[in-house]
């Protein structure tokens, strides 16, 4: 734990590359190329790869975001509600995964939702 290791990921929207300071793992951060919002993936979820963490942080998900898991390798992705049935290239395994619908809150009625 004294020796500090960059924590090197991706934007899993426009692929900019980012290495930060293994301290910053887990912290939400805003991409400076797009904008959108990434968390710091933990170190964690290089190496634990096969069991979910309980990593999910109450304090950098809105309202307005999804959190869902990839299905391949469990990274755990937060993205705006309005990205919802996206395909998009994992951040941790670059497969491509399909971005959940919402769960239904039931004070918005949504009209999209064809199933
Ligand atoms: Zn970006
Ligand atoms: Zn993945």
């Given amino acids: ?48 790869q096969k069991s979910p963490a309980p990593n999910v942080d109450p304090l950098v998900v809105t309202e307005n975001d999804l959190t869902f898991n990839c299905e391949h390798c469990n990274w755990e992705i937060i993205m705006d509600k309005r990205g919802a049935g996206m395909i998009l290239p994992c951040p941790g395994c670059g497969e491509l995964i399909e971005v959940p619908q919402p769960p239904q809150a039931s004070t918005d009625v949504c009209v999209d939702i064809n199933v």
């Fill in 1 to 48: 734990m004294n020796v500090q290791q960059e924590v090197v990921f991706f934007c899993w929207r426009c692929g900019q590359k980012f290495a930060v300071p293994g301290s910053l793992q887990g912290e939400p951060l805003k991409c400076p190329a797009c904008e959108c919002r990434l968390t710091v993936p933990t170190k964690e979820a290089f190496v634990d």
